[in-house]
């Protein structure tokens, strides 16, 4: 008999991720805060549940996929979570960018249920999620991992479905690993065509230089892109950044490892929200190195 499926968050992510689980062919049961998401999974074949437990209760592998570690925790180990409403052999897989820390032990409540809980964020931002390309990152038990990557492959791109660890948060540290190499590779970008602006050249052909030789990379060619039209319509937006920069200070901290540089794009993204652009997308940092550098357009 097929798995059935639970889906708990139908945000920008959640719902086109859902939405692929479903056209897979899996029973889909969902639960989120806002009705309208649930509307449409429902049109699209799914059921809807009262509470996250009502979801447990329904499925054999739950997934949430939630902005925050408060939500997670909530959802999972709150007043008619997961947990509650779980059977034993369940997996869940918490598809969110949240804490280790926290993620080991939930991990661990999980277990004491008899249930297996993996940690399988994400990387692809909204692009990615419509598009059932993500990136995704699995700490947890090896059986648990590939009983679910049938349907974690609804999802992302088969060939990016990697099994970092069978420690529980090992997914969660790689996609610490993830928020701070982009962090840099967006700093850089931002300060290379604020530079050419300032300095007269056409930025536009500095970016499509680069992309024919070393300095070449994903974060040029997209969010190079952005900067240069001053598109931060949000695929992943910057309030969200922030909160994985913050993960990403305190993970490094609890390790001892030094990350300067994330220190320094982390302040770059802090005066970003406080300059009103918490709903922009990330990549608006770029207007941060602009105003600084004396750039009119960014």
Excluded: W
Aim: glycine letters at 12%; one cysteine or more.
């Amino acid at each position: 008999m097929p798995e059935r499926i639970g889906f708990i968050g139908l945000g920008v992510m959640g719902r086109p991720m859902a939405k692929h689980v479903r056209t897979k062919g899996y029973g889909l049961t969902v639960y989120s805060r806002s009705q309208a998401p649930i509307d449409e999974l429902v049109a699209a074949g799914a059921r809807a549940a009262a509470s996250a437990a009502a979801v447990a209760r329904d499925c054999d592998i739950v997934i949430t996929m939630l902005p925050d570690t408060p939500d997670v925790e909530l959802v999972v180990a709150g007043p008619d979570g997961v947990l509650s409403g779980m059977t034993r052999g369940s997996i869940v897989i918490d598809m969110s960018s949240i804490s280790p820390v926290a993620t080991r032990r939930l991990a661990a409540l999980v277990a004491s249920k008899g249930g297996t809980m993996l940690d399988a964020p994400v990387s692809g931002g909204e692009i990615g999620a419509i598009g059932a390309s993500l990136s995704i990152m699995v700490g947890g038990d090896a059986a648990a991992f590939e009983r679910a990557r049938p349907v974690l492959a609804c999802m992302g791109h088969a060939e990016r479905i990697v099994h970092i660890g069978v420690e529980p948060g090992s997914g969660q540290i790689c996609k610490v690993c993830n928020q701070i190499a982009i962090g840099g590779a967006l700093a850089g970008v931002s300060e290379a065509l604020a530079l050419a602006r300032k300095a007269g050249v056409d930025a536009a052909r500095v970016r499509q230089a680069l992309l024919g030789g070393f300095a070449s990379s994903r974060v040029l060619e997209v969010h190079g892109e952005r900067i240069l039209n001053g598109n931060y319509t949000p695929g992943f937006r910057t309030r969200l950044y922030q909160k994985d920069l913050r993960i990403a200070n305190e993970t490094a901290a609890a390790h001892a490892v030094a990350i300067p540089a994330a220190a320094i794009v982390t302040q770059l993204v802090n005066a970003l929200v406080a300059a009103g652009g918490a709903d922009l997308d990330y990549s608006a940092i770029g207007t941060v190195i602009a105003k600084l550098s004396g750039v009119s357009r960014s």
